[in-house]
């Protein structure tokens, strides 16, 4: 066995871990972009009905401004009406009179349908207002829980690192730029093993003559196929572990013995 090479082993399955948590931190969980997506959606809708009710308000002013012009004039209009002498001016003044009345009367119908508009507008601003303090709540707790998730993450990140550091010093320093350059270019997989004649970092047979050799163990090798590093597994990686499932079998005996007993 290759110290260096099971060296190499530890630091790849360190960088595996630390490729994961850095896409774990990335992947931001499907409760968090809906309620990000439902807020934007709200705050939307609100900053458009913000904008038409400025506009109907304004109209609405307007209206009011005009129509007390317009109620002045009739007052000044009327007050010319005592002083007038000649019927036929008299009558002029009297349909100016009855003009101004009219048109003042379209124009406070019209501010009371603004009004009304206006009402609505406002409940359901104050609806979606509602709406927005609900998502809102929702967004900053989903956002909670995921910036706790990252924290914990970021830690363990930062664990690994330090520990990466120390084997890292500990290698070759041409094997490990080998191994660096090879893990950029390789999808995060610099070094492989090889079992049963197929290399696992490609999934591709590799020649039997080097098969043979690689079990030798006496110096670096490399995939002909995807130019990895790659090691005999059954040098370097032990028997894999008792399964998980096997352990609770166990366990489940072992209770069911205990509770007959
Ligand atoms: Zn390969």
Known sequence: MQEEILKL????????????IEKAMNDIPQSLQKAQKDKDQIQKKLE??????????????????????????????????IQIRGTREYQLLLREIEEIKKANKQKEDE????????????QEKTKLLEELNKIEAIFNEEKQKFEAFCAELSNNKAELLKKRENIAQEIPSNLLKKYEILKQKKGGVGIAPVDNY??????MAIPPQLYNEIQKDNRYYECPHCKRLIFYKKIYISEEEPKEEAISEEKAISEEKASAA
Do not use: P
């Open 198 to 203: 197929v290399c696992e970092g490609c999934h």
């Open 48 to 81: 458009e009905l913000s904008s038409l009710l400025e506009e109907k308000k304004k109209q609405k002013d307007l209206f009011e401004e005009e129509l007390k012009q317009e109620y002045q004039r009739l007052k000044s209009t009327q007050a010319r009406l």
């Open 111 to 122: 501010i009371l349908k603004l009004m009304e508009e206006i009402e609505n507008l406002e």
């Open 9 to 20: 082993i530890e630091l790849q399955r360190i960088d595996l871990e630390i490729l994961k």
